[in-house]
Structures are given as C-alpha cells and as structure tokens.
C-alpha cells in the first residue's frame, strides 16, 4: 500500500457514509434474514414457485424458415447490467429458460465477454447485445431505437416479455449526468424510470402476459423519511454537502425503486383497463459484485470478508435466485417483493408502501422524463437541421 493509498483510505473511513454503509447497512441485511425465519415459523406465507416461460404465437408468414421461426418465437428478455455480477448471472439463468436475452451496459466489450462465456455454459443460448448509458437519457433513447430496429430487423414480433432493470452503481464522489442529475441517483433510478417509460408500448404490445422487474436493496429499509421533490430525486439537493453523502443517495435510489414499482403496479392492476404486465421488485441481498469498485480494495475485501464471516455474503450464481424467482413467478402474479430465494417474499418498509409518496415521485419523475424528452427532441432538431 502507498503512502497516497494510505491517506485516501483513512479519508474514507473518517466519513460519515463510510460508517453508515460499514455498520447501518449490516441491520437492514440481519433483520430480512430473521424476518424470513419468523415467517417460515409462525406463518403460513406463500412461496411462489417457478412457472415455465410463455411461448410467443408462431410465426405465420409463409416467407419464414422454419428454423428462423422457431427462434423468433422465444420471448425477449431485457437485462440492464449485464456488463458482470448479477447482471451476467441472470441472463444466463434466463437464457437457460427459454429468453432471448438481450445484455444491456455501458460496455461493448464486456458484454462480449459475457456473450461469450453464456455460450460456453449454454451452447443454445439466444443472445443479443445492446450498449446504453443509464445515467444518460440520450444513451436510452438510442438504446430503445436500436432494440426497435434489431426487432423489425429480425421478422419478430414487435414487443418484450420482460425487462429486468438491474443496473446500478454505488459512487463515492459527486458527479453529474448530462441531463444535470446526480450520477447515482440518475443511473439507479432516473434511469431505470425512463427506460421502463419508452419501453412501455413494447411491453404492451406482448401477446402473452410480460413483465418488469426492478431491482432493489435491503439498504431501503435505512431511509425513514423522503421527499418527492425535484431537488431531492435529481440528487441536486446532494450538492452542498462538505462531504458526499453516498450511502444515503444509494438509500434513497432504492427507495424510489420501490416507490415506483408500487405505482406501477397499482396503475397497472388496481386501475379501468388495466395492462396484462405485472410488475415485482427483486432484492439480491448481500452480493460479491464490482459494485464496490470506487471503494478502497483493502475496505471492500474487509467488508466482504465481515459478511462472509456472518453468512451473509452470496456469489452472484446464489444472489440471483431471488431474480429468477420474479421472473418466474405466476403470470398474474405481481407487486411483490422477492428476498432469500426459494420463491420467498417479504413485506418492504412502511415508508415505501407509502401511496401518497409514490404518486409524488411519480408525478415528479414524469415531469425530469418530461423534460428529457424535451431536450432530446431539440437536439434530434438540431441535429438535422446541421445535416
């Protein structure tokens, strides 16, 4: 270790996030586990086990061959953060089920990589992949008009059975999207939002029942107070701050996570002329991933060795099962929340059941989309005129 090494780690550790994430993220992790071990002892609560995947209508057109045909009735599946960890772990586990799945990161090459190592585990592995920013809404415009294209391209049916929105990032210093947001607020949940809006039509187009499932965090249950308001969501009310409060802003993104999926879930199911898309959050737990990668390397292994230690650390090969379990839980199954694998699900905060709070953030989000959208299509102008 260097001297300059030994002077960034001690930095580190004199913040109060470095406290928060080393010691208040550990509660939330032991009283879910403990929470799974009083529901398997004193309830009756429902596991939900795997159902098999929807096959697409056949292809009718006298054109197609039949061997084209019988892979363009595999369903697609879309998975942010493919690029490694769980998000590489899930679109193997899916493609084993009969996805096309379709690797969504920031990295071409890695996505390669992954391509290239499902292959080997999967010789029938149908796979495509896709690069997009989630911190960018550029990036995911782009990225929704390039799955449009490959699927029109490809004599598919024109829609998506499932979108796993699992990208997400943990900084430890301030930076900014594009759009003027927080980098981890805008990657964790602006992100995962506006990908889900423009896909939408997509999803609802599907002829059989399709599916979104959002990611989330045990570290949502620190969070005991929020407010929907434009500032705090964008992270810009983050700014001021001496230090960077970055455990915190990870709190909060996974919370509006929730906030989210819970509204959508309402607006699909519990609305008139509701939508056949069901809608789950998926919680990991503790997974050894490169999310940690902007902390120290000393700090993290001795992080991941303390939960190790306790039990409490997975691979992503095991942190995947609760992901699957969303995935291939009953169709009309939805607005649950999938924690510890085995088709188990557990009751999130109050805070983020609360529904008035969600309507705020959804009203305020749609309004950051709203103005994304906006600013895109000025630069889509320009950019034609200059042509």
Not at 313 to 342: C, I, N, R, W
């Amino acid at each position: 270790m260097t001297f300059k090494e030994l002077m960034e780690a001690l930095h580190f550790v004199c913040t109060f996030s470095f406290w928060r994430m080393g010691v208040l993220w550990t509660f939330p992790l032991i009283f879910s586990y403990i929470k799974l071990l009083t529901q398997s002892m004193f309830s009756n609560r429902t596991i939900y086990h795997h159902c098999a995947v929807s096959p697409l209508p056949p292809i009718t057109s006298a054109s197609s061959t039949s061997s084209k045909t019988s892979s363009r009735r595999l369903p697609i599946c879309i998975v942010t953060g493919a690029t490694s960890g769980l998000g590489a772990a899930t679109a193997l586990a899916l493609s084993k089920e009969g996805f096309c799945v379709v690797l969504a990161g920031r990295s071409y090459d890695k996505l390669s990589k992954v391509m290239s190592d499902i292959r080997r585990q999967n010789k029938e592995a149908n796979l495509e992949a896709f690069q997009v920013d989630l911190s960018s809404f550029s990036s995911i415009m782009r990225f929704k008009e390039s799955i449009e294209q490959w699927i029109l391209d490809s004599n598919m049916h024109p829609s998506i059975q499932l979108l796993i929105n699992n990208a997400g990032i943990l900084a430890t210093t301030s930076r900014f999207t594009t759009e003027g947001h927080d980098q981890m607020m805008g990657t964790n949940y602006i992100g995962a939002f506006s990908l889900t809006q423009v896909l939408l039509p997509l999803l609802k187009n599907s002829p059989v029942p399709s599916r979104i499932i959002n990611v989330t965090s045990f570290t949502h249950r620190n969070v005991s107070s929020f407010r929907a308001e434009k500032e705090t969501v964008s992270g810009n009310s983050f700014s001021g701050y001496n230090s960077y409060p970055f455990a915190q802003i990870y709190e909060y993104s996974k919370l509006c996570v929730l906030l989210f999926s819970y509204e959508l879930h309402r607006q699909f199911h519990l609305t008139e002329g509701s939508q056949p898309i069901s809608v789950m959050v998926a919680d990991p737990g503790a997974v050894k991933t490169d999310i940690m990668r902007e902390v120290p390397w000393y700090i993290s292994q001795t992080a991941f060795f303390s939960l190790q230690l306790l039990g409490l650390l997975q691979s992503p090969e095991a942190g995947v099962s609760s992901m699957l379990d969303a995935a291939l839980a009953h169709p009309e199954t939805s607005g649950l929340y999938f924690f510890g694998g085995k088709g188990r699900t557990l009751e999130s905060s109050a805070l983020s059941h609360d529904i008035k709070l969600s309507r705020e953030l959804w009203d305020t989000s749609n309004d950051i989309l709203q103005d994304s959208l906006l600013s895109y299509n000025r630069g889509s102008v320009s950019y034609e005129k200059a042509a």
